[in-house]
């Protein structure tokens, strides 16, 4: 492959909603720039792009893959990603190194909830897009549908660019009313024919571009004058209004395709090369400090790992985007985050499988590189310089569950691989929690999930076993109560005796300290010595105060008896969960002169802590999550009602064109396999997001199963 220079390469991700025709579309592009000579199908599992085991076995795209094909003396670099919501890891990743999106619309349906998923990882990525209309010689594709649908999504910014004149088996062309012809197919190869647009068109063609024009001519002053002056402007007056357009994200052009027959492939790849932007004049990257680089191929070596992934018979291969500078083969560079030393052995630019060396890659160019010690998604390697850029951003896990080895003696193993399954998709989160006793896997759905057990089977023979996770409840007091305990004991030498009287009381933040309790009859006067105040780790705090009268307790033991308390925090005297948000006075209590000792103090302020709290009125607490549900309106009737089910609080609904988005707090309890749950009801067609929101009470019902469960498994141990 020759040496291409950063003014002659694109890199554009394409995206779109499941089974719209990505892999497809990506494989005519190839075939169009002879990077290969056979189109495969997705369905005859030998796309280029498709290529691992696991994509095949389910004719889906699962990870995000690089392409590149050579076209009117460009490199186009392609990602193509997965359109399920499952493997977003694969748009997300490819949306920081790519310059611009084809979004892949399926006109049998039109805009899609994925499609709106996507629309936004866009918009927040602020990436330029073009559009193409694929699927048309689908017998149920239409092509008014798929506009007005884009249309209510896009608005204005919806900027077509061609149009077809029939749909179904029967079409095989379109009118461009920017090039004003009309171009034909004679075969499913991309042969294609330019002829004068019929004259039964013409009205219709001069319309569309009349509004093109129009559409082109907003972005540039000079443009509108020459609009203006002469009523029309010319191909190349239009290619520099929508590039402008595109650029600031106010035109997103709209094509037509069918990938399956090739229609259209190559007067997309024609634009994209000629008005899309190219890699020094889009995407723009910083520094975590802030500062911006120039994408200059003169400039510091310094390259972006936006993906690691294990391929078999190779081992790690991380692909980058080369930020600055030329990386060249044998180049030696460093770890901006842990400082090793990497030896850039190989270069490639790569066709799914198909792998090329090359010698050197320039700015803005994107390739992949193997045998690399210990670099990883999100780092940065330097050559020169210092950077270090701003990671990318995944989004927050959707689906949990708590994982272990079918056999136990493979424990060990298995957590090392889910721990590399991280690496390699860092929406795969895994984490042994102290707390539940548990590793908890989570992830952006039960598929997800279930692709990763899949490959852990296959290749590792490990068989892993999923099941509920359990919840991390709080536990927490709402009334003022006291305790009194004497630990004693004598046992031949020396005994134990600590006594310890104390008050709990619930914390809320900002509340003064209370001078004088009146509680169970007794009044309790205070003469506040000490105040501890700890952040627990597990959120919230507990406030400790010391106000011992006339040395009744030695302060020496004060330390002891917090860790008493500490001890029955951590294992919360209802069902074994963290406490939180409590405050503690000892007041009072009693030593041996002998026989006192810390671990005496300790274990008398562990049970007087334990005896209060379950006169305190306790309540457990549990997590609860900011839940928003995208769905089409068709379907709200039957979301609801599993979301009441859920003991959901609804807080507000927003319908837009066909779409509902319900914003609703649920908690995380009744959350298990929602993802599933939501697809099935909706056949795939609705998506959501959570994240964790705070800790609420949980219903008497509720608490009153939750003790009677920990009960149960406290007389089980
Ligand atoms: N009729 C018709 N079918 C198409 C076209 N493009 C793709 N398909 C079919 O649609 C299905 C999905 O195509 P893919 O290329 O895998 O779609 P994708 O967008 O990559 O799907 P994901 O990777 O799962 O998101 C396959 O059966 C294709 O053969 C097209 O232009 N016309
Ligand atoms: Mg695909």
Redesign the pocket.
């Known amino acids: 492959m020759k040496i291409y220079s950063t003014n002659q390469i694109k890199n554009i991700v394409?995206i779109?909603?499941?089974?719209?025709?990505?892999?497809?579309?990506?494989?005519a592009m190839m075939f169009e720039g002879k990077v290969i000579d056979r189109r495969g199908?997705?369905?005859a599992k030998n796309?280029v792009?498709?290529y691992t085991e696991v994509e095949q076995l389910y004719?889906?795209?699962i990870y995000s893959t690089l392409l590149y094909t050579e076209y009117n003396a460009h490199k186009l670099n392609i990602i193509?990603?997965?359109?399920?919501d499952d493997f977003v890891n694969g748009v997300i990743s490819a949306m920081k190194v790519a310059d611009a999106c084809v979004l892949?619309i399926n006109a049998q349906s039109g805009v899609e909830i994925g499609t709106r998923t996507l629309g936004r990882i866009a918009d927040r990525n602020k990436k330029p897009m073009v559009i193409v209309v694929?699927?048309?010689?689908?017998e149920k594709a239409n092509w008014e549908n798929s506009i007005e649908s884009l249309k209510n999504l896009f608005g204005t910014r919806t900027v077509i660019i061609q149009y077809p004149l029939t749909t179904g088996e029967g079409f095989n062309g379109f009118i461009d009313v920017l090039k004003m012809k009309y171009y034909t197919f004679t075969d499913d190869n991309g042969t294609r024919i330019e002829n004068e647009i019929p004259a039964d068109e013409a009205d219709r063609a001069a319309e569309y571009h009349n509004a093109l024009v129009e559409a082109a001519a907003e972005h540039d002053e000079s443009l509108m004058e020459t609009f203006f002056e002469k009523g029309e402007l010319t191909e190349d007056e239009i290619r520099k209004g929508l590039s402008l357009g595109i650029k600031s994200r106010s035109a997103f052009p709209v094509f037509c395709?069918?990938?399956?027959?090739d229609i259209g492939t190559k007067r997309l790849m024609d634009f994209i090369i000629n008005v899309a932007p190219y890699p020094n004049s889009g995407n723009v990257f910083t520094t975590e400090d802030g500062k911006e680089i120039l994408c200059d191929a003169s400039g510091p070596a310094s390259v972006f790992v936006y993906k690691t992934a294990v391929e078999q018979h190779i081992g790690e291969v991380n692909y980058f985007r080369v930020i600055s500078g030329t990386i060249k083969e044998g180049m030696d560079m460093v770890n901006a985050g842990n400082d090793t030393k990497e030896r850039i052995s190989t270069l490639f630019a790569t066709a799914g499988k198909k792998r090329e060396k090359v010698s050197e890659l320039v700015a803005g160019d994107l390739g992949c590189t193997v045998k690399l010690k210990n670099t990883k998604t999100n780092h940065t390697l330097n050559a020169g310089t210092d950077w270090k850029y701003a990671p990318i951003v995944f989004p927050d896990p959707k689906f949990r569950t708590a994982v272990k080895a079918k056999n136990e003696n493979e424990e060990e193993k298995l957590s090392e691989l889910l721990h590399k399954a991280h690496q390699e998709d860092p929406t795969l989160i895994v984490e042994y929690s102290k707390e539940l006793k548990q590793t908890i896997l989570s992830g952006q759905g039960e598929h997800h999930i279930n692709i990763l057990k899949w490959g852990i089977l296959n290749n590792n023979k490990i068989e892993m076993e999923l099941f509920p996770p359990k919840i991390p409840y709080r536990e927490t007091i709402t009334k003022i109560a006291t305790a009194d305990y004497r630990h004693k004991k004598q046992s031949g030498g020396a005994g134990q005796f600590g006594e310890v009287h104390l008050v709990i009381e619930p914390h809320t933040e900002g509340a003064p300290d209370t001078p004088m309790f009146k509680v169970e009859g007794k009044e309790i006067k205070l003469n506040m010595k000490g105040k501890e105040e700890i952040n627990l780790d597990w959120g919230g705090k507990l406030i400790y105060y010391n106000s011992i009268v006339g040395g009744a307790i030695d302060a020496r033991f004060m330390p002891a008896i917090l860790k008493g308390i500490m001890d029955k925090m951590e294992e919360g005297p209802l069902t074994g969960s963290y406490a939180r948000d409590i405050r503690v006075t000892v007041y009072d209590g009693k030593m041996h002169p002998v026989d006192s000792n810390e671990l005496s103090f300790r274990l008398a302020g562990r049970n007087a802590f334990k005896e209060a709290f379950k006169k305190a009125a306790p309540k457990i607490m549990e997590p609860i999550y900011n839940v928003k549900v995208y769905v089409p309106s068709e379907y709200m009737g039957d979301i609801m009602s599993d979301l009441q089910n859920r003991r959901a609080i609804i807080e507000g609904m927003e319908s837009e064109s066909g779409f509902e988005v319900i914003k609703t707090r649920v908690p995380l309890a009744e959350m298990y396999k929602y993802s599933t749950t939501l697809s099935s009801l909706t056949s795939g067609s609705a998506t959501f997001t959570m994240k964790f929101a705070d800790y609420q009470q949980v219903p008497a019902d509720v608490q009153e199963k939750l003790l009677k469960a920990y009960e149960a498994e406290e007389k089980d141990e």
């Not at 779109?16 to 494989?27: R, V």
């Not at 694929?134 to 689908?138: F, V, Y």
């Open positions: 394409l779109g909603s499941a089974s719209s025709g990505k892999t497809t579309l990506a494989e199908s997705v369905d796309t792009s498709d004719k889906r795209s193509d990603t997965p359109g399920a892949a694929n699927q048309l010689d689908h395709a069918s990938a399956k027959k």
